[in-house]
């Protein structure tokens, strides 16, 4: 079979075609580029950060201790013992930080507040140097022309309110409302756009489920309250956000992921099903009013024991716009005994797949289609960012300069499949890449590299890599 049948037999003929686009590691056709146009010129294009892993000052100023503080304390949590107490010292450099999102013309900076800089205590007293830094972060972008997208929780919950449960406590619905209500008080005349949560399957399932992100804990018991009262927290956000900024762009994200059988068999289908409720459905299908996925997962349905009357009603909230963060795929086959899943996913490298990020995921731009395509099907679903996409390499320095062609052409595919997607009508409405700055990768540390900037760590110098210049000269 030539390339045009091929690219004809996947659907990719016309003028945006690509080289096998499972091969997109090959030099990029000179032939293919991308106007910015071509996603209209409402597309916004942002950059998506995180608190713990871009600010260091972990302790200065009044913040206490999150989760992920205690967390890393225990050098052996994280693959090279690392921390995000220095990470990119965002919280002293966040001016230069900002104006490198300026000079890469980038329109909208995301960011996450860190609940236990601003309410040490996870309630009560709040801490005005920890808001007064805020301020600053958001004055900066508003003075550069910069969208702040604020993100309400990304996974660094106060140490304190761990000590009582944390997230598996249903006390948590009032910590969260209350510190909702700080920050969108605090900031809701200087920010529109908002995010209530960060991936809660990640946080949940990984850090109350699997013990292998922060606190640590195992086991269904710890995971399912965690699940239950952070949906319940999700739509809850919503609401206090909208009450006191009427005029908000109200969201939150869901990691997304293309799930696939690795045979056509009904078993390694029906295994499909069970990973696609976990990773895909169990957060957005509460917040359209449609209840949890219990009957593709059964072990769900011990869920219900943490629900009370009217939080069925309360899990829903009508938000502005769904986050969609999509890297790779899935490839999933039934083995029995895998307890609750009674399937394992396998691995691109056991499948013997070339193109793989620095995280051991595969680089597979159809799983963005797919993804976009699965979620803009639910209809109450309004309009969908992509609030986080990227490639993870190791990333290295030759004569100051690094030459990432790797992650270019990895930002390439999957824009095309943003318009393939956007070609069949879904409403798809900006971009905000993966990151800004290499930063404190969680359970990975500082191994993989995503920023279209490159930190030295030892000296917090910034260096602008291959990929940064190419996204500034595609937004100019
Ligand atoms: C996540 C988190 C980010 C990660 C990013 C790269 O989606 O896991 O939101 O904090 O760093 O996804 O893995």
Redesign the pocket.
Known sequence: MNRKEFLKLIGLSGSLSLLDPHNIFAQFPKNVDFAKSAFGNDFLWGV?T?AY?IEGATKEDGKSNSIWDTFTQKKSHIKDGSSGEIACDFYRNYSADIDLVKYLNIQAFRFSTAWSRVLPQGTGKPNQKGLDFYHRVIDKCLQNNIQPWLTLY??DIPQVLQDKGGWMNRDVIGWFSEYTHLISKTYGDKVKDWIIL??PT?FTAVGYGLGIHAPGLRGINHLLPTIHHAALCQAEGGRIVRSNVPDANIGT?F?CSHIMPLRSLEKDHLAVDRWDALLNRLFIEPSLGLGYPISSLPFLGKIEKHIKDGDMEKLAFEFDFIGV?N?TREVVKNIWYIPYMHGLEISPAKRGVKEISE?GWEVYPESMYETLKKFSAYKGVKKIYIT?N?C?LQDEVIDNRIHDIKRINYFKSYFEQILKAQKEGINVGGYLC??LLD?F??R?GYR?R?GLVYVDFKTQQRIIKDSGYWFKDFLK
């Open positions: 998506s995180a892993q990304h996974w960060n991936e990640a994200t990691s963060q890297y995280m986080e990227g993870a993966w990151t930063n990768e969680w990975e993989p995503y």
